[in-house]
């Protein structure tokens, strides 16, 4: 059994520009969760997707969106890249929504220039 | 909403003596908790979590923790650390489990 895997492992972007990032949850989870964790900081909550819906969101602007596909591989789309978004982000899939427990990939670390 | 707030950002200590790494969270409703360690240039891993029934709760590694609702708080502790304890460590919190809210980290260093 894999766990969760994210795609690409770093990143350098610009100012202005688009990024994807990609997941691939646990198998057997179909619920997806994604976090923004800033240099020093504590994870904050981006969105989750429960069955390719989005099931809550945190207070983030709507340039970051975000895909769950039928396989309940996921996506997270930044747009219009600002410095501030230079963060580890993460994905973690859990078995379904509600209080299952969220397991984490390794991150994709984003550098914005 | 909920918010965590842990205590220590760093918390220097010996090898082989015990440790508490303190959490206090607040919130109107039920709530369940967990504590995350995250080591250099990786993702987070689940120490342990608590969601219903006895207050103590045991996890990976020898580290176990306590809920205690009066004082809202539910401190993570080992009775032994060793060096491979070094690492940044997160209390979290969910209500409807759709979305964890985390404390700012405690640094856990484990000296020689």
């Known amino acids: 059994e894999t766990g969760v895997t994210q795609s690409p492992t770093h990143l350098i972007k610009t100012r202005g520009q688009q990024v994807t990032l990609r997941c691939s949850s646990q198998s057997g989870h179909n619920t997806v969760s994604w976090y923004q964790q800033a240099l020093g900081q504590g994870p904050q909550f981006i969105f989750q997707y429960y069955r390719e819906e989005e099931n809550g969101r945190g207070n983030f602007p709507p340039r970051f969106s975000g895909l769950q596909f039928p396989n309940y591989s996921s996506e997270l789309n930044v747009n219009a890249l600002e410095l501030d978004d230079s963060a580890l982000y993460l994905c973690?899939?859990?078995?379904?929504?509600?209080?299952?427990?969220?397991?984490f990939g390794p991150g994709t670390r984003l550098t914005v220039l | 909403a909920q918010s965590v707030t842990q205590l220590d950002s760093q918390v220097p200590v010996f090898e082989e003596a015990p440790v508490e790494l303190r959490c206090n969270y607040s919130?109107?409703?039920?709530?369940?908790l967990f504590w995350y360690v995250q080591y250099p240039n990786q993702g987070l891993q689940l120490l342990l979590k608590?969601?219903?029934?006895?207050?103590l709760v045991k996890g990976i590694n020898g580290f176990e923790a306590e809920f205690n609702k009066s004082q809202t708080s539910f401190h993570l502790r080992k009775p032994s650390v060793h060096i491979s304890d070094t690492a940044e460590y997160f209390c979290a919190v969910t209500t409807s489990g759709s979305r964890l809210t985390f404390g700012e980290g405690t640094q856990l260093t484990v000296n020689p």
């Open positions: 973690a899939s859990s078995l379904s929504a509600g209080t299952d427990t969220q397991y």
């Open positions: 608590y969601l219903s029934g006895s207050t």
């Open positions: 919130s109107s409703v039920s709530v369940y």
